[in-house]
């Protein structure tokens, strides 16, 4: 089969795309590096049993931080006959205050640039669900705020796997 002058706009992940360690089954991840001129995205399940990597203590999972530009945390329900059900619950935090949502429904967050948003983290899976991370910015950025969390959080962080990028 000859090569298309186009195929290059076809990316199939772990085929033709650098492979990018991660413990999550992600099925595309883009960035202006990867694409000139693309923004950031990140797409992966979520399966039962990734709570479990995250402990299970209070302000526990991604800890409070920044992003340069807008970001979009997309998270879809798998059953075609409910929707609107994500089959699981998660907890986000928002603002400097740490003000603490939850929600079991497919849900959509916007957060503007440079918004203290997280903890993130799912409380319970009772199936798998898609989770779309689309940061509009050519590459990924993180500012943490680990002075926001109490101390005892704090002190439960591996802080190795969270670094400041991009700022």
Known sequence: MTEGKYDKYFIKYGLNTPVVPDPRPILAR????????SNFYLIHWVEPGFADVLG????????????????LLIHVGNDPKNPMDLGAEVEMYMGPELE??????????????????????????????????????????????????PKEARDRID???WQDKGF
């Open 100 to 149: 603490r949502h939850t929600f079991t429904e497919s849900t959509v967050i916007w957060i503007p640039p440079n918004f203290i948003h997280s903890p993130w983290r799912p409380l319970r899976i009772d199936r798998p669900f898609l989770f779309m991370e689309i940061n509009q910015g050519p590459v990924h950025t993180e500012k943490f705020f680990p002075q926001l969390l």
């Open 56 to 71: 299970d203590y209070p302000y526990a999972g991604h800890p409070p931080h920044i992003h340069k530009y807008a970001e």
């Open 159 to 161: 802080w190795s796997m």
């Open 30 to 37: 883009m960035d202006d590096g990867m694409a000139k001129g």
